[in-house]
């Protein structure tokens, strides 16, 4: 297995730790994450990329405002696919 990449980025002037996650576990992540029609659930979505992508600092989602959270789980997940 290759080794997980990790990356500082700093979100609204805060600095986060993302790490990769491996393929397959990413591919879990997306489909347990879906609803029958292949749509994101985004409360499942979020949860997921703060705890697998996102490790420093451990944050959830009840610590942001929405816009907030959009953008962190947003680059969290460009980091993730840009890998």
Do not use: C, W
Request: hydrophobic share 35%.
């Amino acid at each position: 297995m290759a080794e997980l990449r990790q990356e500082k980025v700093t979100v609204r002037d805060k600095e986060y730790t993302f790490q990769e996650m491996p393929s397959r576990a990413f591919l879990k992540m997306q489909n347990r994450t879906q609803d029958r029609n292949g749509n994101p659930i985004l409360e499942k979505l979020y949860d997921e990329i703060l705890k697998h992508i996102v490790v420093e600092p451990r944050v959830t989602v009840d610590d942001y405002s929405t816009g907030e959270l959009e953008e962190l789980a947003s680059e969290a997940m460009k980091f993730q696919l840009e890998g």
